[in-house]
Each structure stands twice: as C-alpha cells, then as structure tokens.
C-alpha cells in the first residue's frame, strides 16, 4: 500500500512557477513508478509527467513538455513536479499517482492522491 499527499499548489500569473510536491508513505516506493496527471472542470484528467523508480525514463505530455520537470527523492519518499511558464490553460487539479508498470494512461496507475489545485490567472 501506498498513500500519497500533494502539496505546494496555488494562485500564480501567467508566466510564473510552481513547484508540487507528493509525499508517500510505504517502504515500497522507491519500487513504483510515480506520475503526475491533472484534471480541469470538465475535461479528463491528463498525464502530465512520469518518473520511473531509478529517477530516469521520464516522460512528459506534450503540453508540457519544455516547462515542467519531475524528479524525485527516493530517501524522502517524495515526487516533484517544477512547473515554469505557466499558462491560464495549466489550471487544474493536479494528482500524482503511482504504478508498478509506469505507463502513462490514468488507468495503469494503482495509487492517486487527493489532488491539488493550481490556478493560473491572465
């Protein structure tokens, strides 16, 4: 089992950062792919970005690519996710989640948190 809390979202201007972190819990993550997917009103939620267990093998929608790095710290059992030039179109609430298998569909993933709201304003 893992349990996973987001934090560090916000208000912020177009053109500014942010910097999301999740932290687990459970002696297994280090063994679990994480990713970061996000969600606006009415539209499906999204795959953001994706690390895998050794800290390489990242991926990043198209979106995003260019403007968000993740990364993570297997001794502090916590995922990162800096996000630089953020867009109005970047709003929404933003999950991390983690998986055995690492793919980059909502459904491959065993673990969500509860999520995180970024707004981005004009």
């Known amino acids: 089992q893992v349990q996973l809390v987001e934090s560090g979202g916000g208000l912020v201007q177009a053109g500014g950062s942010l910097r999301l972190s999740c932290a687990a819990s459970g002696r297994t993550f280090s063994q679990y792919a994480m990713g970061w997917f996000r969600q606006a009103p009415g539209k499906e939620r999204e795959f953001v970005a994706r690390i895998r267990w050794s800290g390489g093998g990242t991926r990043y929608g198209d979106s995003v690519k260019g403007r968000f790095t993740i990364s993570r710290d297997n001794a502090k059992n916590t995922v990162y996710l800096q996000m630089n030039s953020l867009k109005p179109e970047d709003t929404a609430v933003y999950y991390c989640?983690?998986?055995?298998?690492?793919?980059?569909?909502?459904?491959?993933?065993?673990?969500w948190g509860q999520g995180t709201q970024v707004t981005v304003s004009s």
């Open positions: 989640a983690a998986t055995f298998t690492g793919g980059t569909s909502p459904g491959s993933y065993d673990y």
